[in-house]
């Protein structure tokens, strides 16, 4: 290493970064405007499904029964009739995302043998959503089966064990990720927060150098008796440092501006940013040494982070991906250090908790750095 | 086809060789751009390489100057083989290439020090040598501004400068004066005249025939080939030719590949 090479590269490298008025501008403000608008975009939740209601039974346990619905603020009524085959057109033209369609005699099936069944028909286009807001229905309406039973019970005068019948009327499937109690930004926010400094690492590591090879003054560079070493180091350490600095100011965001909490050790969230980053920089290096023009390195960073992304399990979760996309998942850097992120600020996960991550990134990235040192060393020759 | 011969040297500068060229060929695939050129340029000297588009000049250069690794022969810089001493050869060498090869968005000073410190010169040679050559090229006010902000003739006076900012012994210029105007260009070969005067070997490519009369010696690359070696007045001479224009064009007429 020729420290003295290394220095001049460096404060080259700060120099050019910070002077540049877009870069420096998008390095502060992205972490803002991405965490505040994909926090909240890239949520789950469903607030207020539109709800088309065909009541054939008409009885007061059946308007009780919508209003819970209304009432929960999860449902707003788009409208009602006593037709199916409106309530199916409600579905077709977007009138509504969901059909809630109650049976005639359904009080009365409650009253005698303490069943019922009603059909709820939604637009499972948006699978997710359509998940969702089927587990809020079928969450209220079991609520209200339950009243409805030991209600039942009461003024007749019978015991509730004499009618064991009635508890289980509507069975209902609790999946954990949907659950009510879930704090969406809480759960997104940290897996944001490490797309977007793969984001900044890997993208602006392509960009730079082949900015430099533009411009011709890589060549100029290589003419001189600057190392290998010296010259990658030179190259990376600043934008390590930058990205970094970028990591802790969405971290900042995240925890005073999203409250999402910090229970584990920060020095370990750190050492896994350090380490994650060292392989996110080594895309980028590959990136530059195969793309001539920015251009083309914009294009292929944007379709490796694109598999990334998808391949993390930030926005859908692998577990439900086919078996080989699971086993080639574990080698995503990315989807290893979402987990750790979200283990060591959600769960305050300590060391011993997340070594398997840890030895994955420490592989990961390491190797990929190596093969772009090799790559980029071919390039020149 | 003229060969040059495998050790002439111009009578001013017999003692030490600046280069060797042996054999040195590039091939890139079927295409053999460079064909066992073999030259020798003397310590001091001015050699003007002279070459239509295409007849390989470039690519020699990039093998002279260890950006490309050549596919046979044999070549010393400075003393040095380019194969197994590149790392050597660099640091005796200075660079200037046809693409404008200073920082835009640094200022004059700070790129003299970035090359200064790359190269491995302290704080203080950086900047005893920064205030030589500003005085020298009477930018002295023009330090703090950004090199994109000056105009192209001053661009290449500085990059020329910044090039010998070590005290290379070799300084490769790739058509340094390509977009400049004649007033620039006749400053631009002063500065070259200096930099021989100080015992810098000054290799250079051109396609301006007036500037080959200020050479040393000259050669003349046509398919690959090294077609004529020799002073301006040799040349001339041989070819019973007015100018080294007609001897240009005369050679590169022949050419197969341009």
Known sequence: MMWRALQVMMEKEFKQILRDTVISRMLFVMPLIQLAVLANAATFEVKRAALWVVDLDQTPVATAMVDRLTASGRFYIAGSGMSPAQGERSLLDGRATAVLTIPQGFARDIGTSGRSTVQLVLNAVNGSQAGVTQGYATQIIARYAAELGARGAGPQGQSPTARPSVRPMVEVRTRGWYNASLDYRRFMVPGILVQLITMIGTLMTALNIVREKEAGTLEQLNVAPLSPGTFIAGKLLPLWIISLGVFSAGLLIAVFGFDVPMEGS?????????????????VGLWISTIADTQQQALFVTFAVLMVYILMS?????????PEWVRTLAQANPLLQFIALTRAIMLRGAEAMDVWREFLALGLIGPTVLALAIRQSR???A | MTMPPETSVVGDHPSTLAIR??????????????DAISF?????????????NGAGKTTAIRMLTGLLAPSSGAATVAGFDIRH??????ERIGYMSQRFSLYDDLTVHENIRLYGGIYGLTDEQIASREKDLLSRLAFTSSASLRVGALPLGWKQKLAFSVALLHSPSIVFLDEPTGGVDPVTRRQFWELIYQAAADGTTVFVTTHYLD????CDRVSIMVDGHISALGTPASLKAEFAADDLDEVFVRLARGATKS
């Open chain 2, 40 to 52: 020798d340029v003397g310590q001091g000297e001015v050699f003007g390489f002279l070459g239509a």
């Open chain 2, 85 to 90: 001493d590149a790392a050597r050869v660099r």
């Open chain 1, 378 to 380: 071919k390039s020149v």
């Open chain 2, 21 to 34: 060229a042996q054999a040195l060929s590039r091939v890139f695939g079927a295409f053999t751009a460079v």
């Open chain 1, 313 to 321: 399990g930030l926005f859908t979760p692998v577990r439900g991906m």
């Open chain 2, 211 to 214: 500037e080959a009369e200020y």
């Open chain 1, 266 to 282: 920060l020095l370990l969230l750190y050492a896994g940013a350090a380490l994650f980053l060292v392989g996110a920089l080594g």
